[in-house]
Every structure is written in C-alpha cells, then in structure tokens.
C-alpha cells in the first residue's frame, strides 16, 4: 500500500519491511508498545515510532500502512501436528467453525458428488457436536442418504467415528471383522457392523481405519502442505511445534517438509519431535536417533526439538473422556526409564503425552530416581503435554526437576463430555493459574488438526474465558488468564520451549522478523469475538506470506490447489461464522433451520438422564450453560 509522504532516503540502513501506523503489541517489557516496525535480513531493525521509520525508508523498501491495526508478534502454536495436517490437508472436508450439522451435511452431500470414484470423503477434526445447532454427530443414514456410493468417513473427537456402507466396504469391515483391541464395531442384530466405530478406550481403530483411505502423491503432498502452511498463517501463525504422533514415521513422512524447507518454501517455522512408531522397538528407535542427531540441528525454519510425545507406547494414557480413565500396564516404568535415561545422557530433550495425574505421577517417579543420579534437573528442555488433572503436589514436582508444561484447548471440544463424566472437576482442567504461579514455562497449543481446530484464536478464547466451542462454561475466573497473558502463552512460551527465546516471541531488534496485524484488536474486542480474529498481514522474516482485505495481492503466489476435486479448492478451510458479520435474513434463517432440532435434542437428553433437567447442579452456577441447551 503506497505511504504518501514518505521519501526513500536510506542508503546504507535500508529495510527491507517496514510497517506503520499500526498499534504494535511487542511482547518486550522494555518496550511494550510502538508505532512502527522495520526488517532486514529477515530480523528486526528497528521499532519505534512511525518517524523512526523515515531513516530506514530506501528505494526498494516496501512500505505499508497497517491503518491503525493492532498487530502482534507472530503466533506460535506448542502443540500442532503440522506435518501431519500438511500430508492430508487438501483431502479432507473441514467443519471446523461450521455452526449446524445442516450445514455439514449439505457441504458433505455436494463434495461426494465431485469426488472421483476410488476417493474418500473424509471429516477428520477440527470440530465437535456440541459446536452444533443440533448438538449432535450424523447418523449413518445420514451419510449413507449424501453419498450412496463415495466412502464417507467422519471422525467424531477420540471418541467414535461414523461410517456409510461404502466406507465399510471400502475398509473392508464385515460381520466377520474380529474385535480390535481397545476398540469396538458396533453392529446391529444380524451382526452386520452398523458404520459406527467407537474408541473404548483407544483410537486405534478409528487412526487406523483411516489409514486405509487413499493418500497423495509426492507433488501432491508439497502442494497440499504449502495450502495447509497457508491456512495457518492466515490466523497469523508464524511458527509451531509439530509433536509427531502415530502414523508419522521418520524420516518417510517428514520429507516433504525437508523438501520445501530446501527449497525456501516453508511459510512458517517448524521445530518438529520424533516419536517410536513401533511398540517394542522404542529403545531401538531413539538409539538410532540420538547417535546420528542432535536437537536444534537445523536452521530457523525447520529444526529438531527432541523425541516424544510418545516415548514408549505402554506409558501414554487416552484422553477420551466419553470413557473411564484408562489403567495402564503396570509395569511400563521399566521400559520407560531406559528411554528417559538414554535421552538425557545423550543431551536430548523430550515432551510426554499425559492426560491424567495418575501417569504424570508415575512418570514423575522415575524422573525422580534419575535425579538421584544427577539426570534431572541437567539443562534438557522437557515438558507435559495437556495434563488436564495434574494436581498442584505434581506441578511442584516438575517444577523441581526443571520441567514445563504445554495445554491445548482439547475441552473447548471435550468439555461438556468431561464435565458430564468429571463434574466440578472441569474447573481445573488444566490448573493453568496454578501452573503460572509457579513459574512453569505453559506453552499453549492446539492438539490439531484430528481433534481441536488448528484456529489458535478458538484457543485463546478458551483460554481467557473458560468457555467451550458449544458455549459451555467449565472454567472459573480463578482458572482463566488475561488476554496479555494468553497471547505470552502463544508466543514467548512457545519460543522458550524450543530454546528460541533469545530470537523469536518478541518484537524487539535483531529478533526474528514475525508478526501478524490482526482483523480486530484481540485485546478490546468483546469477548465472544475473539474466535473470529484472523490476520489481514502475516510476515514471517520479513516476507509476506499471507494478506487479506486491504492487503490481498501482497503475498506470495500460490500453487493451485490439487487435485481439483479436493474439497479445499471449494468449500476452503476453517469456516468464519462470526454472527456479527452475517446479514440479518441469514442469520435468523439458520437459527430458524436448527432451534426445532435443537430442542427436541434436549428433551431427548434429559429423557435419558444424560443431562439435568435444571441448571443447577454445581451451586455456584458457572457450569449452568453445559446443562441448559
């Protein structure tokens, strides 16, 4: 956008970015406030007012003008399966922000009449029944009246996925199918499996089933991740921590983003784990692993962090809460330790999938016993993972043996099942107040793409108001942060967890140059519209990846999305649903489609028992909207 006004006069101090007039939250306590910002070489140059600009201003500076927009350092997400969701994300179809299963439903019926014949049709993630008008998952015959004849596989949280009859035949499930471990088919009286898989308690069966859908191709891949990287700088993400998972193997699914690293195509940073894909051959893994690497190999654009958020398969919990809490072997510590022992000798770091305290004080125990040896506390960075019910004794524990924690918004779409499951309970679930009071390094994150949106705005609204995507209120105000301090979670926290604090997280000179002007000022919006922020301008070191509104045109040409059936070339990604930005007539025709559904919906709950009939069973009242739908 030309600047009037402005006379390129630098000649030796040049920038190569600068952006003004603009409302700079830096993150810096020595400056926390500014005008205007310039970068060169990718780092920051200068910040200050829009006058210090003017000596940074050469011929082939561009300049913009952020009009009076709040911008931010760029956010970065602790916890997000990135390479994963690059891999899959041009095929799948997103509710993620879709506010009626009409609406899905609709959106399913059209993409299976594109897609081609051998192709799934896949909803993986991103959203929850609860977000619904009707609050509630598709029936099969739902699906089996959209796609007759295209396998249609929609995957519910960690807790069941729907299937329609060419989806069963395509992953080959018949009456004959044997029971999986830790999961079950549920099948109808002729012993037929009836499209529904359940998670009880492990989502194996619902991972692997979809793992029998087709993939892409190599190009493919790198187009699909490119437009994934995309969507996430659209929400002003500039940086992440992919913490692996199943069904990513090293070095075959990490290629791809090695491959546009090489090529200086990555529009946001990555710092990525490694995780033993094969039970029983864990030790043997992370052997390989730390005799040929070593964490932070890399550069500022992909690099490794450590092992996890697996170690061994035996000591990871589940964390669907429409189920009891699962017990683990009893005996996992034996093969645990070796693995925790060879990192820390070895100087490497590592994060732990723990949903519940019962694991995180198992795990605590045999930190404990290394640092008899001098293991712990010894430099390594290591951290938790979601910790939903660590309790206050466990924090001091960790914090003792110089560990650090990171929470994902998991109950913004599990919340009404934990509180239904849990009670009171939900109101320190996690005890992020106590954790920062403690001093604990709390990065936050999304758990995306299979089960929380990757929209890290839905995040923070999680985390300052303690309100779910299906407007349930869980958390107190005693267990809910400031707006300041939700988005410090996301930046600085983040960039402490993976030893990039010196460089990232802050808007200050010689730092990375990442930073997003938001849609709306994420610090005086009212409250329910934070979920809707997006980022008109996303920089990652200095270069424009994404621009929208006054701003579109600025960034980087993209691919086209492949293939051309792909339900991203039509629908997009995350869908805004902000009300306030819909017409009148709209709004009020879905309100009016979904309120009849609805409310038959909640009769048919309390019929159940499966929640009150009144509001009021916590006392104080702040859990009334999970029960008054």
């Known amino acids: 956008m030309p600047v009037g006004g402005l006379v390129p006069r630098a000649t030796e101090n040049a920038a190569d970015l600068?952006?003004?007039?603009?409302?700079?939250?830096?993150?810096?306590?020595?400056?926390?406030?500014?005008?205007?910002?310039?970068v060169r070489d990718g780092r920051v140059l200068a910040v200050g007012d829009d006058h210090d600009m003017a000596g940074h201003v050469g011929p082939a500076t561009r300049v913009v003008d952020a009009l009076g927009r709040r911008m931010v350092p760029g956010l970065n997400d602790s916890h997000l399966h990135v390479i994963r969701g690059g891999l899959n994300y041009v095929l799948e179809l997103r509710w993620d922000g879709v506010r009626s299963l009409r609406e899905g439903l609709s959106m399913l019926r059209e993409q299976a009449a594109r897609t081609p014949k051998g192709q799934w049709v896949r909803v993986v993630g991103g959203w929850s029944a609860e977000q619904f008008a009707e609050r509630r998952l598709p029936t099969v015959a739902e699906l089996n009246a959209a796609a007759p004849d295209t396998p249609v596989f929609v995957l519910h949280l960690y807790q069941s996925a729907v299937l329609n009859r060419a989806a069963l035949r395509a992953a080959g499930f018949t009456r004959d199918t044997p029971e999986p471990r830790g999961g079950q088919i549920v099948r109808g009286r002729?012993?037929?499996?009836?499209?529904?898989?359940?998670?009880?308690?492990?989502?194996?069966?619902?991972?692997?089933?979809?793992?029998?859908?087709?993939?892409?191709?190599?190009?493919?891949?790198?187009?699909?991740?490119?437009?994934?990287?995309?969507?996430?700088?659209?929400?002003?993400?500039?940086?992440?921590?992919?913490?692996?998972?199943?069904?990513?193997?090293?070095?075959?699914?990490?290629?791809?983003?090695?491959?546009?690293?090489?090529?200086?195509?990555?529009?946001?940073r990555i710092a990525y784990h490694l995780f033993p894909q094969t039970a029983g051959q864990e030790?043997?893994?992370?052997?390989?692993?730390?005799?040929?690497?070593?964490?932070?190999?890399?550069?500022?654009?992909?690099?490794?962090?450590?092992?996890?958020?697996?170690?061994?398969?035996?000591?990871?919990?589940?964390?669907?809460?429409?189920?009891?809490?699962?017990?683990?072997?009893?005996?996992?510590?034996?093969?645990?330790?070796?693995?925790?022992?060879?990192?820390?000798?070895?100087?490497?770091?590592?994060?732990?999938?723990?949903?519940?305290?019962?694991?995180?004080?198992?795990?605590?125990?045999?930190?404990?016993?290394?640092?008899?040896?001098?293991?712990?506390?010894?430099?390594?960075?290591?951290?938790?993972?979601?910790?939903?019910?660590?309790?206050?004794?466990?924090?001091?524990?960790?914090?003792?043996?110089?560990?650090?924690?990171?929470?994902?918004?998991?109950?913004?779409?599990?919340?009404?099942?934990?509180?239904?499951?849990y009670g009171i309970?939900?109101?320190?679930?996690?005890?992020?107040?106590?954790?920062?009071?403690?001093?604990?390094?709390?990065?936050?994150?999304?758990?995306?793409?299979?089960?929380?949106?990757?929209?890290?705005?839905?995040?923070?609204?999680w985390l300052v108001s303690g309100r779910t995507v299906g407007d349930c209120l869980v958390r107190p105000p005693s267990n809910r942060v400031d707006r300041q301090t939700a988005l410090a979670m996301f930046t600085t926290a983040g960039a402490e967890l993976t030893g990039e604090q010196d460089v990232k997280g802050v808007l200050r000179p010689g730092y990375l140059g990442d930073f997003a002007v938001l849609s709306e000022d994420c610090f005086t919006v009212p409250e329910p519209v934070i979920p809707h922020i997006e980022s008109l301008l996303t920089v990652v070191g200095g270069r424009i990846v994404y621009a929208a509104g006054e701003y579109e045109g600025l960034d980087e040409e993209m691919p086209p999305v492949t293939p051309a059936w792909s339900p991203v070339a039509h629908f997009g990604g995350y869908r805004s649903a902000d009300p306030a930005r819909l017409g009148g007539v709209r709004q009020a025709e879905l309100i009016g489609e979904a309120v009849g559904e609805a409310g038959e919906h909640l009769?048919?709950?309390?019929?159940?028992?499966?929640?009150?009939?009144?509001g009021d069973a916590y006392g104080d009242g702040f859990l009334d909207p999970c029960v008054s739908h």
């Open 18 to 38: 600068v952006v003004r007039n603009a409302k700079i939250h830096t993150g810096d306590p020595s400056r926390p406030v500014a005008q205007a910002i310039a």
């Open 190 to 268: 002729d012993g037929e499996p009836t499209g529904m898989l359940l998670a009880a308690p492990s989502a194996l069966i619902l991972y692997s089933t979809l793992a029998k859908a087709p993939v892409l191709n190599g190009e493919d891949k790198k187009a699909s991740t490119r437009h994934f990287l995309r969507e996430l700088n659209r929400f002003g993400l500039t940086s992440a921590i992919d913490a692996a998972g199943g069904f990513q193997n090293f070095p075959d699914n990490y290629a791809t983003v090695v491959d546009l690293a090489k090529a200086g195509q990555l529009s946001l």
């Open 283 to 421: 030790i043997a893994g992370l052997t390989r692993w730390v005799e040929t690497a070593r964490p932070e190999d890399g550069d500022e654009w992909l690099r490794l962090n450590g092992a996890g958020e697996n170690l061994t398969w035996a000591a990871a919990d589940f964390e669907n809460f429409a189920q009891p809490r699962p017990e683990l072997a009893s005996d996992y510590e034996a093969e645990f330790e070796k693995a925790v022992r060879l990192l820390m000798e070895n100087g490497w770091g590592f994060r732990l999938h723990a949903t519940y305290d019962e694991t995180i004080r198992r795990d605590l125990a045999v930190f404990e016993r290394l640092a008899a040896e001098g293991l712990f506390p010894s430099g390594n960075r290591w951290l938790f993972d979601h910790a939903e019910t660590v309790t206050e004794d466990s924090l001091d524990r960790i914090a003792a043996l110089g560990g650090a924690l990171s929470v994902q918004n998991r109950l913004s779409f599990q919340g009404e099942a934990f509180v239904r499951r």
């Open 425 to 461: 309970a939900a109101a320190t679930a996690p005890p992020i107040r106590a954790m920062l009071e403690r001093g604990l390094t709390v990065g936050a994150g999304t758990d995306a793409t299979r089960v929380s949106t990757y929209n890290p705005w839905v995040a923070l609204h």
């Open 603 to 614: 009769r048919w709950r309390v019929r159940r028992g499966l929640v009150p009939q009144r």
